[in-house]
Nanobody, 118 residues
Framework: QVQLVESGGGLVQPGGSLRLSCAASGRIFTFHAIGWYRQAPGKQRELVAAIPAGGNAAYADSVKGRFTISIDNAKNTAYQQMNSLKPEDTAVYYC????????????WGQGTQVTVSS
């Protein structure tokens, strides 16, 4: 079982920056992918960014050029740098990790609130 601890959210003004982190612990036998979804009240959950093991990161059109996802393998931690934040980025951000095992399992972070407002 993999546990994900997520941090880095908060209140920021439009144009500001935040860096989210997602630290993994537990039984990480094989890493397959990690990424973030976000969800605002009353809206569908949206995939924001994802990066597979040994692959290239993919981003939602709404965040391309502003968000960057990276992995520090030594720390078993992923980071999502968010620049030029807009009010429409306001949401709860949930990281996930796909790992195995005999079977691939998706685990989720607890979520962190990002609020972009003046």
């Amino acid at each position: 079982q993999v546990q994900l601890v997520e941090s880095g959210g908060g209140l920021v003004q439009p144009g500001g920056s935040l860096r989210l982190s997602c630290a993994a612990s537990g039984r990480i036998f094989t890493f397959h992918a990690i990424g973030w979804y976000r969800q605002a009240p009353g809206k569908q959950r949206e995939l924001v960014a994802a990066i597979p093991a040994g692959g290239n990161a993919a981003y939602a059109d709404s965040v391309k050029g502003r968000f960057t996802i990276s992995i520090d393998n030594a720390k078993n931690t992923a980071y999502q740098q968010m620049n030029s934040l807009k009010p429409e980025d306001t949401a709860v951000y949930y990281c996930y990790a796909d790992t195995g095992g005999r079977h691939v399992t998706r685990d989720w972070g607890q979520g962190t609130q990002v609020t972009v407002s003046s």
